[in-house]
């Protein structure tokens, strides 16, 4: 399981470097202006401008406030006083490698935003999935209790499974975090219900106990 864990982690973290690295600036703008269209069909201006308020100010705390971005761009791009004092190197790479670089951490950065976005628009959803989750779980646990008192069995491989499609589910709305491409609003709480059948299946298939 930590094996698994840490090679899916892996995969999200060649996703973001994959996104930096070939997807360009004007893609993500792109990108966050589609998903503020849907936020406002979907949520309404007032809950969008507050959701884009609120990562605005998340990634401010962490990454300007704290200097890390300026930091990161300071660490790759050279500035003008560094190129002075390069004799014979001042205009290496101005026109062509250091633009490119910049454009690079643009987008990198742009992604982060996008993630602490994507992530506050999750926030928004909790009080769905208390909803949505709760009534499954009772059911599962009520089915396991029924289960215990007849001579049904559980399925071991429906236990297993189950387990796989929430973790399925999970690492995908993880994933969704950082995709290149606009994340519609619905997928959430489509995600939370995934989770929430899993989680009855889950329960209801638990090994009996005397």
């Not at 004799?87 to 690079?104: C, H, W």
């Not at 297993?160 to 993880?174: D, E, K, N």
């Amino acid at each position: 399981m930590q094996r698994n864990l840490l090679f899916s982690l892996m995969i999200w973290l060649l996703e973001v470097i994959l996104v930096a690295s070939f997807v360009s600036d004007r893609w993500t703008r792109e990108i966050q202006a589609t998903e503020d269209q849907m936020l406002i069909a979907y949520f309404g201006i007032e809950k969008e401008a507050e959701i884009r308020h609120t990562a605005q100010v998340w990634f401010d705390q962490m990454f300007v406030q704290t200097g890390m971005r300026e930091s990161v761009y300071r660490y790759f791009i050279p500035t003008e006083r560094e190129r002075q004092m390069s004799k014979g190197f001042e205009d290496v790479g101005r026109n062509d490698l250091f633009p490119f670089i910049q454009s690079r951490l643009d987008v990198l950065w742009d992604t982060v935003y996008q993630m602490i976005k994507r992530f506050v628009m999750a926030c928004a959803w909790i009080p769905f999935l208390a909803v949505a989750i709760l009534p499954f779980a009772i059911d599962g646990l009520i089915r396991r209790k029924v289960s215990q008192t007849n001579f049904d069995y559980p399925s071991p491989m429906a236990h297993r499974y189950s387990i796989y499609v929430m973790l399925g589910a999970l690492y995908l709305l993880l994933m969704g975090l950082t995709l290149p491409f606009p994340v519609p609003p619905q997928s959430l709480p489509v995600g939370i219900i995934i989770v929430a059948w899993a989680m009855n299946i889950l329960l209801a298939n638990t090994q009996k106990r005397v």
